[in-house]
């Protein structure tokens, strides 16, 4: 019988004396797609660092293709046994361009000791090129858009002939129609026996992605299974430990009609590549751009946030001027944002509360005492379900990703917001912060405010959204709402070529 890829066996960790992972065995077969489940904090990005050799384990062992690596083994070691990661925050740098960050870890092209950077370059357009991803390797990764910079990780994973490849959490934030582009990249791969390990929050990419899953709660594995074996809700209740039927998959609902507008935007240009765009949003109403990466979708949203600096335009909101582009001026007008792009969402050095209060300082807000602050943040940690419950005074970079996203949440609904701008906002959440998420994002709807919402995942901008901007190449391509608001009708109208002005 042939070995398995790979194999873990009572894998132990814990930080300042919380264990994360308890004991956790895993086997993977060669050319396997195995699926990684479990709720924010479950330990998931824990496991994948200690196979990368990031984090060393307390106890276990891992084996590669049948061969143990050391304990405590170190990132070189993974990188010998033909293990590759794409991290939930992908370990590119921004400094760099695509080429450079992609040769770092996968040798540059040379000759004589010396770095031939055309030839570098020329390999990895070749890579991109394989991939489908049309990126120009010359670019500085910190100006890419959010997907993209998914992808040069991919790429980078790609590249090397890998044995084992980890994607943690990479579909989260692409386009849904990119995210069928990478399954059918994943397919090639294993047929060749690359094996993957591949972590999401959408049970769905199980089902249609996965050979085997398996499930961690509170850094035990609770069940492996193949796909095929399970059903939804048996999913569900090895995630959450019972069954919930508001996790149930939803479909589109009919939302009430929205209000009389109250924003108006004007002209709005937000790239030289975007044509003037005029709308509106009701009170109440949640409007969402969509499209696939690069269509511009997300730019306009980040210039009403004031994120970046549109080229043009105006806005008004409730008859007073709105400024664009002027982050300060926007949350002086009551708007909040969470942004898609998690560094820029949290303020890394600071602990949770001050994450959770920054916008209340850096707006005028009358000083809390720390004693009626920190109850407050309980308060909200408790609301929005942040793990561990008492994360208050923790760095906020110690909590696991979709639990750092429940801050940026926490912070932008806290208080009575007069606009709330949201690019995706839930990217990396589990599906039960996700079902919090959206219902607190409609109860502020439903006081009346204003929602514009950026969102690469189409199943949500059906289920939230009473309308749906679909954008290519920087202009409108179709407004569906109603019955219209489908993800099919999404999908077709994100690759149809511009045709509505
Ligand atoms: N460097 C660290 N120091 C202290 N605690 C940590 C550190 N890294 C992770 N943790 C804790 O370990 C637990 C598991 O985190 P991990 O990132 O593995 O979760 P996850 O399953 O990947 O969650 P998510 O779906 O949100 O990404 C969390 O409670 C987190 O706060
Ligand atoms: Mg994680």
């Given amino acids: 019988m042939t070995e398995p890829a790979l194999r873990v066996d009572g894998l132990t960790k814990s930080f300042l004396g919380q264990t994360v992972l308890n004991g956790v065995d895993l086997r993977i077969a060669p050319g396997e797609i195995h699926a990684l489940l479990g709720e924010n904090g479950a330990g998931k990005s824990t496991l994948i660092k200690i196979l990368a050799g990031v984090h060393a384990a307390d106890a276990g062992r891992v084996t590669v293709a049948g061969r143990p690596l050391r304990p405590r083994h170190r990132l070189a070691d993974a990188a010998a046994a033909r293990m590759r990661f794409v991290h939930q925050d992908l370990g590119l740098v921004d400094e760099l361009d695509v080429t450079e960050n992609i040769c770092l870890t996968s040798d540059f092209s040379s000759r004589g000791g010396l770095i031939r950077f055309g030839a570098s370059r020329r390999r990895v357009r070749e890579v991109l090129g394989r991939l489908g991803v049309d990126i120009d390797p010359g670019r500085r990764v910190g ?203 949290i303020a890394p050095d600071l602990c949770v509360r001050e994450n959770l209060f920054l916008a209340h300082y850096c707006h005028g807000g009358r000083v809390l005492r720390p004693r009626r602050e920190r109850r407050a943040a309980d308060d909200l940690i408790a609301r929005y379900d942040v793990r561990p419950p008492q994360a208050s005074e923790l760095p906020v970079v110690t909590l696991s990703g979709g639990n750092q996203q429940k801050v940026a949440i926490g912070r932008a609904l806290s208080g009575a917001p007069g606009l709330l701008v949201l690019d995706d906002p839930t990217v990396g959440v589990d599906i039960g912060a996700r079902v919090a998420i959206h219902r607190l994002i409609r109860q502020t709807a439903d006081t009346g405010v204003p929602v514009v919402l950026a969102s690469t995942d189409f199943s949500e901008v059906v289920s939230e959204a009473h309308r749906a901007v679909v954008m290519r190449d920087g202009r409108v391509g179709a407004v569906l709402s109603g019955a219209d608001l489908t993800e099919q009708r999404l999908i077709s109208e994100s690759y149809r070529a511009r045709e509505v002005a």
Wanted: glycine residues 10%.
């Fill in 143 to 345: 100006d890419l858009a959010q997907a993209e910079k998914v992808m040069v990780a991919v790429a980078r994973a790609f590249s090397a002939e890998a044995r084992l490849i980890v994607l943690d959490e990479v579909t989260a934030s692409l386009p849904t129609p990119e995210v069928a582009r990478l399954k059918d990249l994943l397919h090639q791969a294993c047929r060749q026996g690359t094996a993957f390990l591949f972590v999401t929050h959408r049970l769905g990419e199980v089902f249609d992605m996965a050979d085997a899953v398996t499930v961690l709660r509170d850094g035990r594995r609770i069940a492996s299974a193949r796909p095929a074996d399970v059903t939804h809700d048996q999913l569900v209740e090895w995630l959450v430990g019972r069954y919930v039927a508001a996790l149930a998959p939803r479909s589109g609902e009919s939302h009430a009609s929205a209000g009389t507008p109250v924003l108006r935007v004007k002209d709005l240009r937000a790239t030289p590549h975007h044509a003037p765009l005029n709308f509106t949003v009701g009170a109440g109403e949640v409007v969402a751009f969509t499209g696939l990466v690069g269509s511009g979708a997300r730019e306009v949203v980040r210039c009403l946030a004031g994120a970046q600096r549109p080229q043009e335009g105006t806005a008004s909101l409730r008859g007073r001027r709105f400024p664009l582009g002027d982050p300060v001026g926007a949350a002086g007008r009551g708007s909040r944002y969470v942004a898609g792009d998690r560094q820029e969402g």
